[in-house]
């Protein structure tokens, strides 16, 4: 049976297994520091090193002569400004060794690691085979992690367009403005994705010997699936915001024709005050009877007024 070695290094944010001939090295919260290490103990190159330490490299993959340089981004969704944000994970892979370098937000990638250190079958079962079957296990469940954000995202939408219909539709605008928001950012994130599978799915990498092409299709087809699944609901969420525009337009317009038929209704009362208030003389002004005449004037006019308006539809 293959022995397992763990370690950290001192003073270091780098972690490593070792399960047979296979090496993973795991370097969580990366500075500067951690990369020298890298640069001391492995062949890479100064420019790798550095887009592990930027947090808007664009994902990429790099074939070297001794190694293989991935750089892929995974959603974590900030509670606080109700967005999902990017998370960079930069994996270096050769035969006999994985080096994956994040920032310790993805809870799947810091779980299995630590699977892995505490569990003999974990190790067995995710390091056994080859350096090539590992980073499937960790990038499937990197992917697999897409899911339930995606799924929320889609609750948040559903609920929100049974909310555009009901009563308390005036406070449906900010959440279409925030799903907008969330799925636009979302989708920048997993865009660029499904060709870095398509990738390693498709090119003869000689780090990558065993026959994973069945593997990585796999997790291609799920980030096929996340993105035109995200095209959907961004389409799905212009319609609610066309929707929620056109209820609200609709809203207005009938406001402002109450309103106008209000102030058309009460134009006689307004006429005949506006009259009797001038300092001129003019009929019934002294008689006892003058308001409630007035008055009943105006009724009359406004009555006719309605009645006109009822006729032709207007109202």
């Known amino acids: 049976m293959a022995g397992a070695v763990t370690k950290k290094e001192k003073q270091l944010n780098v972690e490593w297994i070792k399960w047979g001939r296979i090496t993973w090295v795991n370097v969580e919260k990366p500075t500067a520091q951690e990369m020298d290490y890298l640069a001391k103990n492995y062949p890479f190159n100064p420019f790798d090193l550095e887009d592990c330490l930027s947090r808007i490299e664009r994902p990429k993959i790099d074939d070297y002569e001794n190694y293989l340089f991935l750089v892929l981004h995974f959603p974590v969704f900030n509670k606080q400004a109700r967005v999902t944000t990017p998370s960079q994970v930069s ?76 009563d308390h539709a005036r406070d449906v605008v900010r959440e279409i403005s925030l799903l907008r928001r969330d799925i636009m950012a979302y989708r920048r994130i997993i865009r660029p994705q499904p060709s870095i599978f398509k990738s390693l799915e498709e090119e003869d990498y000689p780090f990558l010997k065993e026959d994973l092409d069945v593997y990585f299709g796999d997790i291609g087809d799920h980030i096929v699936k996340i993105t035109e699944t995200l095209d959907e609901y961004k389409e799905v969420v212009e319609g609610l915001s066309a929707s929620s525009d056109s209820l609200f337009s609709h809203h207005a317009t009938e406001i402002m024709k109450m309103l106008t038929i209000l102030g058309t209704v009460l134009l006689p009362l307004l006429l005949l005050s506006s009259l009797y208030g001038m300092n001129v003389p003019l009929p019934f002004q002294n ?23 009822r006729f032709r539809r207007w109202i």
């Not at 799947?108 to 590992?134: H, I, T």
């Not at 980073?135 to 939408?157: E, S």
């Not at 009877?289 to 007024?305: D, E, G, H, N």
């Open 287 to 309: 008689s006892s009877f003058a308001f409630p005449l007035i008055i009943l004037i105006t009724l009359c006019v406004s009555a006719a007024m309605l009645a006109y308006f």
């Open 91 to 166: 994996v270096f892979i050769s035969e006999d060794y994985v080096v994956t370098v994040h920032a310790g937000d993805l809870k799947p990638l810091v779980k299995l690691f630590k699977d892995c250190q505490q569990n003999e079958e974990a190790r067995r079962e995710n390091m056994g085979r080859s350096s090539g079957y590992l980073l499937y296990r960790v990038l499937d469940r990197l992917v697999d992690y897409c899911f339930p954000i995606m799924n929320k995202i889609i609750a948040n939408v559903e609920a929100t367009e049974d909310r555009l219909f009901s």
